[in-house]
């Protein structure tokens, strides 16, 4: 059923579900309303009425060259989220609802990318593991219609830490290096602090200089500061800053919810890089997502292929260091409801995507030079 929502009631509902993801919660709709995105609630539960699945539904509605009219899409990041995602008549009663919903909308296609794991480790290599069950939801999906999309909005592949060992076998089980730099970083007077909306202007403004010098397009700084303080008014972030001598040279944020931490959002300076501060950030992160409950630390992202010419290479090899291991996820799936206007949007897409990139990436650097100049 389409219920209405607040945000004690949905996150406290989608916590007795497996692993809900930071994506689904409430908070996360809200940040992203300013940005064009409504919000849509969507239970279903079984005959003694106990939740076995949810799904936040965002949608917004497009501009495309030739209509005269806005076009509906549906996204549930992240989601739906399901009890049990290997029982067949639930995936049906969900996926079915989710049709049903976007064809009452007028959508012309729904987007979903459930937190999946398709399997561990490297494939191929010694010491992954395969997930059958989620190898079969991939061919259930193809076979009712839907297609890998050619949009992945995240990351399909990501590093995790397990945070249920000590802290003492957290950061043994580091490679030598990094146990190392994490070390020399406090010896060399690198310390860590907690951040607050106060810190926001200062930590965007090192955020877009660390996307001109490595290269990554970002959204506005309205954009990150929604996000922020919507989170952290609810108390599921912490901003995390590296100092030296008082002077923030690296930070974080840290998104908790539930039993699980992210690290979505980092930035740095090149000001005292040879200090190590990004291994102190990190392992004060690791701490701080322990201390909260989190059972598992999330870092957000790994290349789409485990080679050295991926772009993402360099921090792969930073997050395993770290101790991190890889999880392979599902990805993002498409289905379209009014296939012609979806092949259109197919075509148009890539051309606004790099327009957009261009127009970010420029924006960007001119925000970073009038920060520098001031």
Same mark, same amino acid.
């Given at each position: 059923?389409?219920?209405? #929502?607040?945000?004690?009631?949905?996150?406290?509902?989608?916590?007795?579900?497996?692993?809900?993801?930071?994506?689904?919660?409430?908070?996360?709709?809200?940040?992203?309303?300013?940005?064009?995105?409504?919000?849509?609630?969507?239970?279903? !539960?079984?005959?003694?009425?106990?939740?076995?699945?949810?799904?936040?539904?965002?949608?917004?509605?497009?501009?495309?060259?030739?209509?005269?009219?806005?076009?509906?899409?549906?996204?549930?990041?992240?989601?739906?989220? =399901?009890?049990?995602?290997?029982?067949?008549?639930?995936?049906?009663?969900?996926?079915?609802?989710?049709?049903?919903?976007?064809?009452?909308?007028?959508?012309?296609?729904?987007?979903?990318?459930?937190? %999946?794991?398709?399997?561990?480790?490297?494939?191929?290599?010694?010491?992954? %593991?395969?997930?059958?069950?989620?190898?079969?939801? %991939?061919?259930?999906?193809?076979?009712?219609?839907?297609?890998?999309?050619?949009?992945?909005?995240? #990351?399909?592949?990501? &590093?995790?830490?397990?945070?249920?060992?000590? !802290?003492? !076998?957290?950061?043994?089980?580091?490679?030598?290096?990094?146990?190392?730099?994490?070390?020399?970083?406090?010896?060399?007077?690198?310390?860590?602090?907690?951040?607050?909306?106060?810190?926001?202007?200062? =930590?965007?403004? &090192? *955020?877009?200089?660390?996307?001109?010098?490595?290269?990554?397009?970002?959204?506005?700084?309205? *954009?990150?500061?929604?996000?922020?303080?919507?989170?952290?008014? @609810?108390?599921?972030?912490?901003?995390?800053?590296?100092? %030296?001598?008082?002077?923030?040279?690296?930070?974080? #944020?840290?998104?908790?919810?539930?039993?699980?931490?992210?690290?979505?959002?980092? /930035?740095?300076?090149?000001?005292?890089?040879? #200090? /190590?501060?990004?291994?102190?950030?990190?392992?004060?992160?690791?701490?701080?997502?322990?201390? @909260?409950?989190? !059972? +598992?630390?999330?870092?957000?992202?790994?290349?789409?292929?485990?080679?050295?010419?991926?772009?993402?290479?360099?921090?792969?090899?930073?997050?395993?260091?770290?101790?991190?291991?890889?999880?392979?996820?599902?990805?993002?799936?498409?289905?379209? =409801?009014?296939?012609?206007?979806?092949?259109?949007?197919?075509? +148009?897409?890539?051309?606004?995507?790099?327009? &957009?990139?261009?127009?970010?990436?420029?924006?960007?650097?001119?925000? +970073?030079?009038?920060?520098?100049?001031?």
């Amino acid at each position: 059923m389409t219920i209405r #929502m607040d945000s004690r009631r949905w996150n406290n509902l989608i916590a007795q579900l497996p692993r809900p993801h930071l994506l689904q919660t409430w908070e996360w709709a809200q940040a992203k309303q300013a940005f064009g995105w409504e919000a849509h609630y969507r239970t279903w !539960e079984d005959d003694n009425g106990e939740l076995q699945a949810a799904a936040q539904i965002l949608q917004r509605h497009i501009q495309l060259p030739l209509f005269n009219r806005s076009l509906c899409m549906l996204y549930v990041p992240k989601g739906p989220l =399901l009890r049990d995602w290997s029982d067949a008549a639930l995936r049906q009663r969900v996926l079915d609802g989710l049709v049903e919903f976007g064809r009452e909308l007028g959508a012309f296609f729904i987007k979903i990318d459930p937190d %999946v794991i398709l399997g561990t480790g490297i494939h191929g290599e010694e010491g992954a %593991v395969e997930n059958t069950a989620a190898q079969a939801l %991939v061919a259930d999906f193809r076979a009712r219609g839907w297609r890998y999309s050619n949009e992945q909005v995240q #990351m399909p592949n990501t &590093m995790l830490i397990d945070l249920e060992a000590s !802290e003492d !076998e957290l950061l043994g089980a580091m490679k030598q290096k990094t146990r190392y730099n994490v070390r020399l970083a406090g010896r060399k007077g690198v310390t860590v602090r907690k951040g607050g909306p106060q810190d926001f202007p200062a =930590l965007y403004q &090192m *955020y877009a200089e660390t996307s001109v010098r490595d290269g990554f397009v970002i959204r506005s700084e309205d *954009y990150y500061r929604a996000v922020w303080e919507q989170f952290f008014a @609810a108390e599921m972030l912490t901003p995390l800053i590296a100092e %030296v001598e008082g002077e923030p040279v690296a930070a974080l #944020m840290l998104f908790i919810f539930r039993e699980q931490a992210w690290y979505i959002y980092g /930035m740095s300076r090149d000001l005292h890089r040879d #200090m /190590m501060p990004n291994y102190l950030l990190q392992w004060e992160a690791i701490r701080a997502a322990k201390e @909260a409950g989190c !059972e +598992v630390y999330d870092l957000w992202g790994a290349p789409d292929e485990f080679n050295e010419n991926d772009p993402m290479w360099g921090v792969y090899r930073f997050k395993q260091g770290l101790a991190a291991y890889e999880a392979r996820h599902i990805g993002a799936w498409d289905l379209p =409801l009014q296939p012609w206007i979806y092949r259109i949007y197919a075509q +148009v897409l890539p051309r606004v995507i790099a327009l &957009m990139r261009w127009r970010g990436r420029r924006l960007t650097q001119g925000q +970073v030079q009038g920060g520098l100049e001031e």
